[in-house]
């Protein structure tokens, strides 16, 4: 119902910066909430950066001050610019989306993008 598309991963230095896009397309009624997770080998998948709606938005301690989200609401589009990056952001970034869709029925799902990779290191 639902396709994202994430672009924008690569190899870069610490302190150097890199820009995420996620496009969103397909049968989308609403869209309630759009962010980005990050998943390290050995670890369990964390929240970076969101946008869960009402004009709020929420950042791990660990990258504020560092990362910006923002969204092209025309576009469906959500972006992650990551600055001042440090071997310790090396991860696979997922984009999510929270929309309703209608299948019979209306859903409320979360959308998985299929990751791109980060790495940090000199």
């Known amino acids: 119902q639902v396709q994202l598309v994430e672009s924008g991963g690569g190899l870069v230095q610490p302190g150097g910066s890199l820009r995420l896009s996620c496009a969103a397309s397909?049968?989308?009624?609403?869209?309630?909430?759009m962010g980005w997770y990050r998943q390290a080998p050995g670890k369990e998948r964390e929240l970076v950066a969101d946008?869960?709606?009402?004009?709020?938005?929420n950042y791990a301690d660990s990258v504020k001050g560092r990362f910006t989200i923002s969204r092209d609401v025309a576009k469906n589009t959500v972006y992650l610019q990551m600055n001042s990056l440090k071997p310790e952001d090396t991860a696979v970034y997922f984009c999510?989306?929270?929309?309703?869709?209608?299948?019979?029925?209306?859903?409320?799902?979360?959308?998985w993008g299929q990751g791109t990779q980060v790495t940090v290191s000199s």
């Open positions: 999510r989306v929270k929309a309703t869709v209608y299948s019979g029925s209306y859903y409320l799902r979360d959308y």
């Open positions: 397909g049968s989308i009624f609403s869209i309630n909430a």
């Open positions: 946008l869960p709606g009402g004009g709020s938005t």
